[in-house]
């Protein structure tokens, strides 16, 4: 059975900071999609990687895939707390369903 | 073009009843996906349905079980509910399926609670 780690699990900022969540495995991904979840609702898709090495950008946010496709970033610029939720990655392994992460829960005070 | 809706949005039943939880994907979207959520366990795949056929199963007994509709609407069924059932049901559509890129969008999920 893959696993998908996740860290920091809990994560507390400022406004204004910056700040970075991992998203590991030991096996090689398909595909890899990061998440938002907030209090109530259903998760919302930020965004697909695919290719190794691969970044993508959104805004205020950095997404990074792993050279090997074993590991995935997301970085936040100057954070809000409009960006106050969990965050969680969601890996695909050779054609079979998605495997989430546990999430890294964030959360940006005023 | 409105999103995933789920039905009910909060349940609650005992142990050793049964429950059906709804799903209604976007309009055109013919792969629906549901998922458990629960504090301990976090978001574990259920099963995925395409063409009213189940592409896909996770690991959970089965006492849950689902089907889709000609259109595209879904249905889960819990059996003899224990108190470890309790969690969030959370259903996703794709337009396609079969794709490691495909994109879910997720309904609000069901609140189940078990006593």
């Known amino acids: 059975t893959q696993l998908l780690e996740q860290s920091p699990q809990f994560l507390s900022i400022q406004e204004g900071e910056n700040l970075t969540v991992y998203c590991n495995s030991s096996s090689v991904f398909s595909s890899l999609q990061w998440y938002r979840q907030e209090p109530g609702e259903g998760p919302v898709l930020l965004v697909t990687?695919?290719?190794?090495?691969e970044v993508k950008k959104l805004k205020r946010l950095t997404f990074q895939f792993g050279d090997a496709r074993k590991d995935s970033s997301l970085h936040i610029t100057a954070a809000q707390p409009g960006d106050t939720g969990l965050y969680l990655c969601a890996g695909v392994f050779a054609g079979q369903n998605f495997v989430f992460g546990p999430g890294t829960r964030l959360s940006v005070l005023p | 073009k409105a999103g995933v809706t789920q039905t009910p949005r909060y349940l609650i039943k005992t142990r050793g009843q049964q429950v059906t939880l709804s799903c209604s994907p976007i309009?055109?979207?013919?792969?629906v996906s549901w998922y458990q959520q629960t504090p301990g366990q976090g978001l574990q795949f259920l099963f995925e349905y395409f063409s009213e056929t189940q592409r896909n199963k996770g690991n959970f007994p089965g006492r849950f079980s689902g089907r889709q509709f000609s259109n595209s609407r879904s249905e889960m069924n819990v059996s003899t509910l224990e108190l470890g059932d309790s969690a969030l049901y959370l259903c996703?559509?794709?337009?396609?399926?079969?794709?490691?890129?495909?994109?879910?969008?997720f309904g609000p999920g069901t609140r189940l609670t078990v006593l």
């Open positions: 309009s055109g979207h013919r792969s």
């Open positions: 990687v695919v290719t190794g090495g």
């Open positions: 996703a559509s794709s337009p396609i399926a079969g794709v490691s890129y495909n994109e879910q969008f």
